[in-house]
């Protein structure tokens, strides 16, 4: 699956903006998983449809 135009703005602005550290793509999903400077949402997904999810960890349960 080939990441959206939709997802490479949102890289984009986010590089833009100094709010991306990293970010992985994973072709069988389509899905960024992405990781910013931020304590709020230090790791996401960036779905196909733009939406971003945080990631939880099983210990912050």
């Excluded at 793509?25 to 449809?49: C, F, H, K, M």
Aim: no cysteine.
């Amino acid at each position: 699956m080939e990441p959206s135009e939709a997802q490479y703005l949102i890289l984009n602005a986010l590089d833009t903006l100094e709010l991306l550290s990293n970010a992985v793509y994973d072709e069988d999903t389509g899905i960024w998983v992405i990781e910013t400077p931020s304590n709020v949402l230090p790791y996401a997904r960036l779905l196909q449809n733009s939406d971003i999810v945080p990631i939880k960890w099983v210990s912050e349960r």
